[in-house]
């Protein structure tokens, strides 16, 4: 049984239950960015009792990453600097228009994995419930042209997202969608998932 499958349910439907909704725990036995020293989150510390962030004025689960944002946070579930590869969750409205979360997320975050050698990048984004996009791409161009040889995948992002990504022309940027809706993710061990993901983006971009 899969523990749940890509998640499409709009922002308004679950706000409720905002609190409720954990970042994945299926790897941290094996890895744990707070104790990372390459993480850009390593030494934080975490409470499962006391909740501090919202969304909206929505709490939610204080083991999600504030990356400065009001609406979008984050947490490194994973990452192998051998294979040069990390996986990300994210979690909340991801809003460029507002906010500009691309700057916050890139300069908070992926800096600091790009910085210790990582070119492979695996976003999780069930539990994103809203994109609001803009028209300047100057931090998704950035981050492309960064990875070099490598990549972007967004791995179960819902559909609506999808098709705005597609508007906004993230697509040039970021791959998702079709094959990369993999539902079981959570069952591979992170070392398989990322082979799976470039051999499905091997065959996507022709490399």
């Not at 600097?81 to 979690?91: A, D, G, K, P, R």
């Not at 981050?143 to 791995?155: C, N, Q, S």
Request: net charge negative; glycine share 6%.
């Amino acid at each position: 049984m899969f523990k749940k499958a890509c998640s499409r349910k709009p922002f308004f439907v679950i706000s409720s239950a905002m609190q409720e909704i954990e970042p994945s725990y299926q790897w941290e036995s094996i890895y744990n960015a707070s104790q990372d020293p390459k993480s850009p989150f390593y030494g934080r510390s975490y409470s499962n009792t006391e909740y501090i962030n919202t969304i909206y004025s929505y709490y939610i689960h204080p083991l999600w990453d504030d990356i400065d944002s009001e609406t979008l946070y984050c947490k490194i579930l994973f990452t192998d600097y051998s294979l040069q590869f990390t996986v990300i969750e994210l979690m909340g409205e991801w809003n460029d228009t507002l906010h500009n979360d691309i700057m916050l997320f890139k300069r908070g975050v992926i800096d600091h994995l790009l910085a210790a050698g990582i070119k492979y990048f695996i976003l999780v984004g069930e539990n994103v419930f809203n994109f609001h996009g803009s028209w300047e791409d100057d931090y998704y161009a950035e981050w492309f042209e960064e990875v070099e040889d490598g990549w972007i995948a967004g791995l179960c992002f819902p559909e609506f997202i999808e098709k705005e990504w597609n508007k906004y022309k993230i697509d040039y940027y970021i791959n998702f969608g079709g094959t990369l809706q993999i539902p079981n993710w959570r069952t591979a061990k992170p070392e398989m998932l990322f082979l799976l993901i470039h051999k499905i983006l091997s065959n996507r971009l022709g490399a």
